[in-house]
């Protein structure tokens, strides 16, 4: 007896997953965006691109997104940005009002209704000013994980990466630094997923622009001084991985956080929580940057 | 106010004596459904079911962090893990905030057999980020089981909850499951009679789960109490396809059938705008209706009236085979028919005789109301014209 | 910049130095590798007053100055480093600091005050060309002025070519276009060392603090959030908003100077302090690090929100931490007779 959420009258195309809904709808049916997304795209007169951020859970894509859209918003180097409906402001204040009180934001659940969307109007000035929708929606690590472990689990995510125009690849620089094999396979297995999606032959190689960005480089400042060095040696798999069926990969670092303090009573039960006591920026525009530089 | 604590309350009001001045309602009918305890269940266990296991929560692990099924019994399916994660609540995601919330879910899986979950807050994340960590303890049960053991999600989540476990999330390696044997409790206490605004509200929620439209009912300390009655009375069919959620954050993609939530539901009220999703609030004077069934909903109100529910749970028992509307309707018919039999004259009799002399019978329960129609109106004459005999030979005397 | 995968590896066999394929980070100070241009080494004279004259290491010279009574330059010397000193230091006169005991000073957390002596503090944040001389005077390999529970440490201490200087440095020379940027890259010991070198000490984290909010003891007990007054302006000092991302020469920003004309104490590079990092978060566990944490203060060019570049805001970092917005300024006690 599994319910359908068919809409009693035809209405309005999901921008995301091409499921139609009513015009009330505030959120698709099948899965989850909003639907002002869509009726701002028209309101725009423009068809907006979509830009994936995804990375493994807790790796610091909501953080990163949050500073990413906070800084358009200020202007930060050559672009300027307009958001799109309150919505899209409300992962930048989340993330802004969080870090300004030294506290990471709360974890994003794997319930799709209850992430954060922004559409943000997007100029990078220079000559030839270049203007660009983007939809860009802050996914839980956990639904990506899932989905790219058993396809259609989530078929938001199956949908968004299918759309996307362009990848932001996180990944934790510390763990991978510390010899960890998980960021390593992660990266690998999503780069698989959407090779698979892409379905090119084998000589073929996706071109879609993929940035991988290192996050979390005040744990590994090194990181900084060769983003792809570090990949080849510590995130090996993935850099093959590349090399063999991705055409145009970049690779950066990034860092939000300029020192990092624990919180704890010294029990044994005590959770340790982690503190950001100061931000320092570093990195964050350019993968960005770079991926708008491809579109 | 936390739908557990009022629960226990409308449970055990010996607890702690309602305040009305604190706005506590007064007219919960603790004697209606004494039997439904969401923490407490009244009901002895009769024996046990065994089934598959999961464990959906956010731990650590080397093979990844974060939510995911971190540990689970050898004979779940593929397809059944990946509805599991599907469906189940994520960080923050029962409908209460208080530390003791807990929720429920029941669904079919994709290969037929039947989940059953209970969900609870499980501290802060490993990370240390905001919200709180939430732990699910999912049951896989095969489908005949399911209904040996009752088919009511409501009695078996509560089995479930008198044997659930929390496995040790600080560790970074879990081992894998065994099958779990839940108590399968006997029914709770049976209301003795329905009346008033706890009848309305219990045709309500039948008329809800029985027809076409998910509905999301708000009031849950109130209305959950129906819960397990309610289920009694679903034909065994529905019964066996039934979802629903208790105190567990609403999302479309969930898919639930009926969904009981509590608190702040802006979030659930953005989600539904403009779905086919109704929501309903006792008291709030909408009436579910389904119109397709309501002959076979008017006997039940007057069952339950009457505190004769029983009775429509042993047919509903019965009603292993799909049960359309119209098929309930006529078993509907046939159970007042039947019990017209024993308040008959002879007239209303030699009618109902002819009536169902030669009546086709659809379906095997209907063959067997008509048998007993057939059979009570006959020992109906009997007992008139011994009466009659008895009466005449009183008067030659 | 695109990594174009199809020439990655020609691009690494290749002779011609490349320009990096990625980039970590704008406003970072160490250039491309082709764009280095490395500053010219200190030639350090035989004579140790001249040499401690050439080094700057006035402090000493002030302190130590009957070492050298027989020379025949000492007057002169001498004269040289107290004018040095007069120019580059300011009086910072005695007041208090209140210093938040927890992470979020919203109004009513627990604070100390903490008194403050007259000091002086220097005007400017150590250079590139100051350090530059630390590292030409061998003070990586003189072990009396680390301590000795960093030795094992000092190996790490190297820049990007493996030798002993601040980490963004190649070949133990900074980027000569960045003589007078403050010298970032290096640890609390690294900057210890080099006041202890110099004649100097690090600033306390009261003592900072009491010059940038400049709470002397008066009747109204006013402090100021910037050093040059309450409100914010991203003119007067080097944050992000300021819109520069990266550091900027150490006499730059005059506008933002305190009253005795410290310059930067907000903005540019955040500061070593000498005082363990000590605060607690609201429910009064303690906040701790990977390793012992010092107090740095001030903000830096990277710094985003401006409520965390301001005379009174209190983080702490990892003291071996080699940071990139991370620099520090000397102090230097008043004697009696100088008071």
């Not at chain 1, 670092?253 to 920026?281: E, I, K, M, N």
Request: glycine residues 6%; negative net charge; contains cysteine.
């Amino acid at each position: 007896m599994s319910p359908s959420y068919a809409p009693e009258t035809t209405g309005t195309e999901c921008l995301i997953c091409h499921v139609q809904n009513s015009q009330d709808a505030v959120l698709c049916g099948n899965c989850s965006a909003p639907m002002a997304i869509v009726h701002d795209s028209i309101a725009q007169g423009r068809s907006p691109q979509l830009v994936s951020i995804v990375g493994e859970s807790n790796v610091g894509k909501t953080v990163y997104l949050g500073f990413l859209l906070d800084m358009l918003a200020q202007r930060a180097g050559d672009f300027e940005a307009v958001p799109k409906g309150a919505y899209s402001i409300d992962l930048q204040q989340t993330v802004i009002n969080h870090l300004a009180h030294r506290l990471f934001p709360p974890k994003t659940p794997m319930e799709a209704n209850q992430w954060y969307w922004a559409y943000y109007q997007i100029c990078k000035r220079g000559r030839h000013p270049k203007w660009i929708d983007l939809v860009m929606p802050d996914m839980a690590g956990e639904s990506l994980a899932a989905e790219i472990t058993t396809p259609k689990t989530f078929r938001v995510i199956h949908s968004l990466l299918t759309m996307s125009a362009g990848t932001l690849l996180l990944i934790d620089a510390g763990q991978a630094a510390n010899g960890a094999t998980q960021p390593d396979f992660f990266a690998l297995k999503i780069l698989s997923y959407i090779d698979t999606m892409f379905a090119g032959k084998r000589n073929e190689r996706m071109r879609t622009p993929t940035a991988v960005v290192l996050c979390k480089g005040d744990y590994c400042p090194e990181v900084f001084d060769d983003p792809p060095g570090f990949v080849e040696a510590n995130l090996n798999r993935l850099w093959n991985m590349c090399e063999s069926r991705f055409e145009n990969v970049a690779f950066f670092a990034a860092s939000v956080v300029g020192s990092l303090g624990y919180a704890t009573s010294g029990d044994v039960d005590d959770v340790v929580v982690p503190v950001p006591l100061h931000t320092a920026l570093q990195g964050i525009l350019e993968p960005f940057e770079w991926i708008i530089d491809q579109l | 106010m936390d739908y557990r604590s009022a629960l226990n309350r409308a449970i055990r009001p010996s607890a702690r004596p309602i305040d009305v001045s604190r706005g506590e309602s007064s007219t919960v009918q603790t004697a209606e459904f004494p039997g439904i305890a969401w923490a407490e269940h009244a009901g002895q266990a009769s024996g046990v079911v065994t089934c598959e296991q999961a464990v959906f929560t956010s731990a650590p692990s080397p093979m990844g962090a974060g939510y995911r099924i971190v540990s689970a019994s050898p004979g779940l399916k593929a397809d059944e893990r990946t509805e599991i994660t599907r469906r189940s609540p994520s960080h923050n995601g029962l409908c209460s905030r208080q530390i003791d919330a807990v929720g429920m879910m029941a669904y079919v899986l994709p290969s037929g057999r039947y989940c059953i979950s209970h969900s609870h807050y499980a501290g802060a994340e490993h990370t240390a980020r905001g919200g709180q960590r939430v732990y699910t303890h999912a049951i896989v049960i095969d489908t005949d089981a399911y209904r040996q053991a009752g088919a009511n999600p409501v009695r078996l989540h509560a089995g479930l909850r008198s044997c659930t476990h929390t496995i040790d999330l600080s560790r970074r390696h879990f081992d894998p499951l065994a099958t779990i044997d839940v108590p399968i409790m006997r029914p709770a206490l049976r209301p003795s009679r329905l009346s008033g605004e706890r009848l309305g509200q219990f045709v309500q929620l039948l008329a809800a789960t029985m027809g076409e439209r998910s509905w999301i009912v708000v009031g849950l300390s109130q209305s959950v109490s129906l819960l397990e009655g309610l289920v009694d009375v679903i034909p065994l069919s529905a019964r066996a396809a039934l979802s629903l959620s208790v105190g567990v954050s609403y999302t479309l993609t969930r898919q639930v059938r009926l969904a009981f939530l509590e608190g702040d539901c802006r979030e659930a009220q953005r989600a539904t705008r403009g779905h086919d999703v109704r929501w309903w609030q006792p008291g709030d004077g909408q009436l579910i209706d389904w119109e397709d069934g309501a002959e076979w909903l008017a006997v039940v109100r007057d069952y339950a009236a009457a505190g004769r529910i029983s009775r429509i749970s042993q047919i509903a028992e019965r009603l292993v085979a799909p049960t359309p509307a119209p098929t309930l309707n006529r078993l509907a018919r046939l159970l007042r028919d039947l019990d017209r039999v024993e308040r008959a004259d002879e007239q209303l009799l030699a009618e109902l005789h002819e009536k169902y002399a030669s009546a086709p019978a659809l379906s095997t329960e209907e063959g067997e109301f008509i048998a007993q129609i057939q059979s009570r109106v006959a020992a109906r004459f009997a007992e008139i014209s011994e009466r009659n005999q008895s009466r005449d030979r009183e008067g030659a005397y | 910049m695109a990594l174009r995968l199809l020439s990655r590896r020609q691009q690494r066999e290749s002779a011609e130095p490349q320009q990096p394929q990625c980039s970590g980070s704008a406003g970072r100070q160490p250039r491309p590798k082709d764009l280095f241009q490395p500053a010219e080494r200190t030639m350090l004279p035989d004579d140790e007053l001249q040499r401690y004259v050439q080094l700057e290491r006035y402090g000493i010279l002030l302190s130590q100055a009957q070492r050298w009574r027989g020379n025949a330059a000492f007057r002169s010397a001498l004269a040289q480093a107290r004018q040095a000193i007069d120019d580059s230091f300011a009086l910072v006169l005695d007041g208090f600091a209140s210093l938040p005991q927890t992470i979020n000073d919203a109004p009513g957390c627990p604070e100390i005050d903490v008194e403050t002596a007259p000091y002086l503090l220097a005007r400017y944040t150590v250079t590139n060309a100051q350090f530059q001389k630390f590292v030409d005077s061998g003070a990586y390999s003189d072990l009396d002025l680390w301590p000795r529970d960093v030795w094992p440490h000092l190996i790490d201490f190297k820049d990007q070519t493996g030798q002993h200087a601040p980490r963004f440095w190649r070949e133990a020379c900074h980027d000569r276009r960045l003589a007078d940027h403050p010298v970032v890259g290096v640890c609390f010991y690294e900057a210890d060392a080099y006041a202890r070198w110099a004649g100097y000490r690090l600033p306390t984290e009261a003592e900072w603090q009491m010059a940038a909010s400049w709470r002397i003891r008066s009747a109204a007990h006013v402090f100021r959030r910037y050093p040059w007054g309450d409100a914010l302006d991203k003119q007067r000092c080097n944050i992000w908003a300021s819109g520069l991302a990266t550091t900027a020469p150490v006499r730059e920003y005059a506008s933002g100077a305190a009253p005795n004309g410290v310059l930067q104490l907000v903005g540019n590079v955040w500061e070593w302090t000498s005082s363990d990092f000590e605060v607690m978060d609201e429910d009064e566990r303690p906040i701790v690090g990977d390793m012992l944490m010092k107090s740095i203060r001030g903000g830096a060019f990277d710094t985003y929100f401006p409520a965390q570049a301001t005379s009174y805001f209190r983080t702490g970092q990892a003291c071996l931490v080699r940071a990139h917005n991370t620099g520090f300024r000397c102090a230097l006690d008043i004697d009696g007779d100088d008071r």
